[in-house]
């Protein structure tokens, strides 16, 4: 299984639009970050988690060829408005793709969306989705996916386990229930919005606690706002803890 960070960013990209800060105008290429979301590439498969506004770009850097299944962690906009692109897929492919959402992400999708759910669309060019709700451990082409109920301020969302990995982007709490799920993890990605306090994400120290914790063996950081520079940050973290940056890939 090999991971792509497809982009590390917060929902408004970094470089953030008419910003002039230190980071957005770095030239450091790994202080540039699209928004957030992962490809899981397995066994001649490929899967994203989220679709972002940048999924088209993200996808052709990273030069996929196919997608097989989308994973939505939550519906807000950073998450989903690239999912009309994932159609050149379904007309390559000629098979309804399969996403897999929570009833109440699903539905906000399928209202979004609501020109590709319904069927009937006159202009011809949508993909056929295939919508399965998430209500506990799942597989896609025979890789086992485990749902991870994380908080977002006070919105229910989902983080997703793959075997020794898991990815929990958009999160400001980890309820108790959810740590069991989350022992003996390789790699823990994060979301570690910036150092100040936010309502919806959490900070680098709560993001460290988070992996301190868990007794992660590696730790990597995303959804990152354009307060952190790449490496000046990571020249503050512990070594076994990074910042994540766009087309980093991880094998397992
Ligand atoms: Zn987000
Ligand atoms: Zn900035
Ligand atoms: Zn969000």
Redesign the pocket.
């Known amino acids: 299984m090999k991971l792509t960070f497809l982009g590390t960013g917060t929902s408004t990209g970094?470089?953030?639009l008419a910003?002039?800060?230190?980071?957005?105008?770095s030239s450091d290429w790994r202080d540039k970050r699209t928004r957030p979301s992962m490809l899981v590439r397995f066994d001649g498969r490929a899967l994203v988690i989220d679709t972002t506004p940048d999924f088209r770009a993200q996808a052709l850097r990273e030069s996929m060829d196919r997608l097989d299944a989308v994973l939505f962690t939550h519906s807000h906009a950073d998450h989903i408005l690239g999912l009309d692109d994932v159609r050149v897929f379904y007309f390559r492919q000629q098979k309804p793709i399969p996403i897999y959402a929570d009833p109440q992400c699903m539905n906000h999708i399928q209202r979004t969306f609501k020109y590709i759910f319904d069927g009937n669309y006159p202009y011809g060019g949508v993909a056929r989705l295939e919508p399965h709700l998430i209500d506990g451990p799942f597989d896609v082409e025979g890789l086992k996916i485990n749902p991870v109920p994380v908080m977002h301020g006070n919105l229910p969302i989902l983080g997703f386990r793959i075997n020794q990995v898991a990815y929990l982007t958009d999160v400001s709490e980890i309820p108790e229930s959810s740590y069991p799920l989350l022992q003996d993890l390789e790699v823990l990605i994060l979301d570690t919005l910036r150092t100040r306090p936010h309502p919806t994400h959490l900070t680098v120290e709560q993001a460290l606690s988070v992996m301190e914790r868990l007794k992660v063996r590696k730790g990597f950081c995303t959804h990152i706002?354009?307060?952190l520079g790449h490496e000046e940050t990571n020249a503050r973290l512990p070594p076994h803890v990074r910042l994540a940056y766009d087309g980093l890939q991880l094998d397992f």
């Open positions: 970094v470089p953030t910003c002039q800060c230190r980071v957005c105008t706002a354009h307060d």
